[in-house]
């Protein structure tokens, strides 16, 4: 998690992604994370320009080597506020 936290989110942040929240479910050996962008250009693009960027390539180590399988899902609030966190 560590190396996540130190490589992986901030090269995020920096093409514009906010990381809403992550979790691990040892039971399972996974990790899942939640990843926003709201640029002009959309998220699948945003996407790819970060995978296909030379920042992304010089990460090491390579965070793919962690990554058995991979999972995107494309997700749009269905109330108002949602994106946001509430108040405890």
């Given amino acids: 998690m560590e190396e996540w936290q130190r490589l992986v989110v ?6 514009g992604f906010d990381v809403v929240g992550a979790w691990q479910v040892p039971a399972d050996d996974l990790f899942v994370w ?23 390539a010089a990460l090491n180590p390579n965070p793919a080597r962690l990554i058995e399988r991979a999972e995107t899902r ?15």
């Fill in 10 to 15: 901030p090269l995020r942040h920096r093409f």
């Fill in 74 to 88: 494309l997700m749009r609030a269905v109330r108002e506020g949602a994106d946001e966190a509430e108040p405890a």
């Fill in 34 to 56: 939640i990843v926003r962008y709201a640029g002009p250009e959309g998220f699948a693009a945003a996407d790819r320009a970060y995978y296909d960027s030379l920042e992304r």
